[in-house]
């Protein structure tokens, strides 16, 4: 993926989040979740380290699994609860938000699958259902294929983006009198 899926997965779990709060907390909720859902493509490093892409721990591994974004998301919910916020809600968003990555991650076009289920095996895995291309990686991001994968990829993830940027309401106020 051209990572703008997981982009808007996060911004939309953000929103969804933060509900009715100021502009600002949406804001921070948004980009919070955004990063958090990209987190797991934290593993290009694998690239640079000569890691092979086949291996636990290389591109779309153990980072892409269920059970690291179930890790991520009860740390997070421990830091919330230690600053005395919602746990569990920020645990469960959390969880959305890493945890769908490997998910679309495996509904791509090429590559070699998630590791959904490390550490229980390290199987890679695709979805049945794949409409998202496979993204060229590095500098093929500049070309005309780069340019087609980041075409589809915001077009399908559009509701996404429109649920998370459409103006919100503001609340009415009352006359004070």
């Known amino acids: 993926m051209a ?20 502009s600002r907390r949406v804001g921070a909720a ?26 636990t721990w290389g591109h779309r591994g153990a980072s892409h699994s269920l059970f690291l974004a179930a890790g991520v998301a009860l740390a997070v919910a421990a830091g919330t609860r230690l600053a005395r916020g919602p746990a569990v ?39 049945p259902l794949r409409p998202i291309p496979v993204a060229p990686i590095g500098a093929g991001m500049l070309s005309a294929r780069g340019l087609y994968v980041v075409t589809v990829e915001l077009l399908l993830f559009l509701p996404f983006w429109a649920y998370a940027l459409w103006p919100r309401r503001r609340a009415a106020r009352t006359a004070q009198g």
């Open 30 to 55: 948004m980009v919070g979740l955004s990063a958090l859902a990209m987190l797991p493509d934290a593993d290009v490093i694998a690239f640079v380290l000569r890691i092979p892409y086949a291996a």
């Open 89 to 127: 809600k920020a645990g469960l968003l959390t969880l959305a938000a890493v945890g769908s990555h490997g998910l679309l991650d495996a509904m791509t076009t090429g590559g070699l699958g998630a590791a959904l289920l490390w550490p229980l095996e390290d199987t890679r895995y695709f979805l």
């Open 3 to 22: 990572s703008f899926g997981h982009v808007a997965v996060g911004m939309a779990l953000g929103r969804l989040g933060a509900g009715e709060a100021s």
